[in-house]
């Protein structure tokens, strides 16, 4: 395992639970102390964990928002399943709203043969991806682009989710909990966000099964917005039955991930 993809395993390790010792972190790895010691110096230089005596916790508040690239390495697996299975809720005829963010790119790029279908989004990297695709009447909101993110935000956004309605919104969200319902890290894109519920004869929310009952800096909408929730097969049974019990189907994304395809390093 190399030193990169330790220190995504010890990030998803420490959101997990409150702190992670340098002793088993050093079992579970099998590497030496000195070893972990220096993965979290170098974590903590990156503004991702605070070291503690003997261990380490998470840097990150509810309003931190970790960058593109790292949250698009995290659960990787999972999103691409994902992205596969909220793709095939897509229909021939469809106008759709796909949101910024990894799981939403990964959407995408399992539309990219779709025919037929209209995409509203405020991702200028999701209109990378579907550019130029004959099948896709393709919309951009407009609006401010945010540098990293590559999301547009402001008044120009919100107001295209005004003014456009579709039959299906791909959302996604920084955390979801049953009470409070669905929130992100940065307050401009939550309104964004917030537009594009109220846009959408259906509102169909991709997380990750770490999402799942978190709560971050902004409101977006209330957890009755949400018609369905894709995400993938490490969710529990028991909150798949929460939520389901107050009226919210839960899809079960599985499979093998796809296989990487000529262009997808061009974009992210």
Same mark, same amino acid.
Do not use: W
């Given at each position: +395992?190399?030193?990169?993809?330790?220190?995504?395993?010890?990030?998803?390790?420490?959101?997990?639970?409150?702190?992670?010792?340098?002793?088993?972190?050093?079992?579970?790895?099998?590497?030496? @102390? +000195?070893? &972990?010691?220096?993965?979290?110096?170098?974590?903590?230089?990156?503004?991702?964990?605070?070291?503690?005596?003997?261990?380490?916790?998470?840097?990150?508040?509810?309003?931190?928002?970790?960058?593109?690239?790292?949250?698009?390495?995290?659960?990787?697996?999972?999103?691409?399943?994902?992205?596969?299975?909220? %793709?095939?809720?897509?229909?021939?005829?469809?106008? &759709?709203?796909?949101?910024?963010?990894?799981?939403?790119? @990964?959407?995408?790029?399992?539309?990219?043969?779709?025919?037929?279908?209209?995409? =509203? $989004?405020?991702?200028?990297?999701?209109?990378?991806? =579907?550019?130029?695709?004959?099948?896709?009447?393709?919309?951009? $909101?407009?609006?401010?682009?945010?540098?990293? @993110?590559?999301?547009?935000?402001?008044?120009?956004?919100?107001?295209?989710?005004?003014?456009?309605?579709?039959?299906?919104?791909? =959302?996604?969200?920084?955390?979801?909990?049953?009470?409070?319902?669905?929130?992100?890290?940065?307050?401009?894109?939550?309104?964004?966000?917030? %537009? +594009?519920?109220?846009?959408?004869?259906?509102?169909?929310?991709?997380?990750?099964?770490?999402?799942?009952?978190?709560?971050?800096?902004?409101?977006?909408?209330?957890?009755?917005?949400?018609?369905?929730?894709?995400?993938?097969?490490?969710?529990?049974?028991? &909150?798949?039955? %929460?939520?389901?019990?107050?009226?919210?189907?839960?899809?079960?994304?599985?499979?093998?991930?796809?296989?990487?395809?000529?262009?997808?390093?061009?974009?992210?």
């Amino acid at each position: +395992m190399s030193s990169e993809q330790r220190y995504q395993k010890i990030i998803e390790l420490i959101e997990e639970r409150p702190s992670v010792a340098v002793v088993e972190l050093a079992s579970i790895f099998n590497v030496s @102390e +000195m070893t &972990i010691r220096r993965d979290l110096a170098s974590l903590e230089g990156l503004g991702l964990i605070h070291r503690t005596h003997g261990g380490a916790v998470s840097a990150r508040g509810r309003s931190y928002e970790p960058p593109f690239l790292a949250r698009s390495s995290a659960y990787n697996d999972e999103k691409v399943r994902i992205g596969k299975a909220a %793709a095939a809720l897509v229909k021939t005829g469809d106008s &759709i709203a796909l949101d910024s963010g990894t799981t939403a790119l @990964e959407v995408a790029r399992e539309l990219v043969t779709a025919r037929d279908i209209t995409v =509203l $989004t405020p991702s200028f990297q999701v209109a990378q991806v =579907l550019a130029d695709r004959a099948g896709i009447r393709l919309i951009l $909101t407009g609006g401010i682009l945010r540098p990293g @993110e590559l999301s547009m935000i402001g008044d120009l956004a919100t107001h295209a989710f005004e003014e456009l309605f579709v039959d299906k919104l791909f =959302l996604g969200a920084a955390a979801v909990d049953i009470q409070i319902g669905l929130t992100e890290f940065n307050y401009e894109d939550a309104l964004v966000k917030r %537009a +594009m519920a109220a846009s959408a004869k259906e509102v169909i929310l991709l997380v990750d099964s770490s999402k799942f009952g978190q709560v971050a800096f902004s409101r977006i909408a209330p957890l009755r917005c949400v018609n369905r929730i894709v995400t993938d097969s490490k969710v529990s049974d028991e &909150i798949r039955s %929460a939520y389901e019990r107050v009226g919210v189907e839960v899809i079960v994304a599985a499979g093998a991930p796809r296989p990487p395809t000529e262009g997808d390093g061009d974009v992210g």
